[in-house]
């Protein structure tokens, strides 16, 4: 009987401590009896044929999703206030074709208070934070990240809580 594989999504394939921050999510999720399957798992860029590095970059990772039983998402602020946009991309496009999904905040101030602390928030007349950039109101529910993210799958403020919360998402999966 194999392990459900858990597809790890999020930015940490940018940094150059990619394989220690991919040894520890392995790690957790072996512990908690999951195959941790990282984006540049059997990767090869093909320099000859039609389809460009980035294409057979996304046609890799979407083949990967497709085959994981689950999704665990690193969304905590990369290059801003935001999570990367492929990593959100990746877990809606696993949540949207059924598969289970949990992620982690490394920084978990609701999203009202991340761009406040970034300072780039003013307050208006009627009190409501606002972009310092182009004046659009900053959403403010209280949440870890954007509703559409938050009401969609949990999102905890570790990577372990993470993995905690996809042994039960998977559970039915273990022993079929």
């Not at 921050?21 to 072996?30: E, M």
């Amino acid at each position: 009987m194999s392990k459900p594989r858990v597809y790890l999504a999020g930015p940490d394939l940018f940094f150059e401590d990619r394989e220690e921050r991919y040894a520890r999510l392995r790690a957790a999720c072996a512990q908690a009896g999951l195959d941790a399957v990282a984006p540049i798992d059997g990767l090869e860029l093909h320099t000859e044929g039609p389809l460009p590095a980035a294409e057979q970059i996304y046609q890799h990772n979407l083949r990967l999703l497709r085959i994981c039983d689950a999704v665990l998402v690193n969304l905590s602020p990369f290059r801003g206030s935001e999570p990367d946009s492929g990593s959100v991309f990746e877990a809606a496009f696993a949540y949207a074709i059924g598969k289970p999904v949990a992620g982690w905040i490394g920084d978990y101030w609701h999203t009202a208070e991340r761009s406040a602390m970034l300072r780039k928030v003013w307050h208006d007349c009627d009190g409501r934070a606002r972009d310092k950039l182009d004046g659009g109101l900053v959403e403010d529910f209280g949440l870890p990240a954007n509703l559409m993210l938050a009401c969609s799958f949990p999102i905890m403020p570790t990577a372990g809580e993470a993995v905690e919360r996809l042994v039960d998402a998977v559970q039915p999966c273990v022993g079929m």
